[in-house]
């Protein structure tokens, strides 16, 4: 059973950084491509961020690209997300998932077989 577990959420400023991890167990994190998501409150969860199984390949939002970095540490089985300016909008609950069975990122939620708990960021003005 692969398991995710997220960490590095908190409350900061607006302008303000935060580096959230996500640590893979089960399952060797090489040969899953993995994608951060977000749920702002009262909304549906959206993609964040992507990456393939080898770190070759990286997506992002409009609303996060150039401000946040997605990596991987295959020998730590952990995949970071790296978010700098952050914006009182980009408060949520953030996610990662991992699909099975394929090698790309991808952008939907339904493509994503693992999910993790959770962990929240909240952005003041």
């Known amino acids: 059973q692969v398991r995710l577990v997220e960490s590095g959420g908190g409350m900061v400023e607006a302008g303000g950084s935060l580096r959230l991890s996500c640590v893979v167990s089960g399952r060797i994190l090489s040969w899953l491509p993995v994608g951060w998501f977000r749920q702002p409150p009262g909304k549906e969860r959206e993609f964040v961020a992507g990456?393939?199984?080898?770190?070759?390949?990286?997506g992002y939002a409009d609303s996060v690209r150039g401000r946040f970095v997605i990596s991987r540490d295959s020998a730590k089985d952990t995949v970071y997300l790296q978010m700098d300016s952050l914006k009182p909008e980009d408060t949520a609950v953030y996610y990662c998932?991992?699909?099975?069975?394929?090698?790309?990122?991808?952008?939907?939620?339904?493509?994503?077989?693992?999910w993790g708990q959770g962990t929240q960021v909240s952005v003041s003005s």
């Open positions: 998932a991992a699909r099975r069975e394929a090698s790309d990122w991808s952008s939907e939620v339904g493509e994503h077989t693992y």
């Open positions: 990456i393939n199984w080898n770190g070759g390949f990286v």
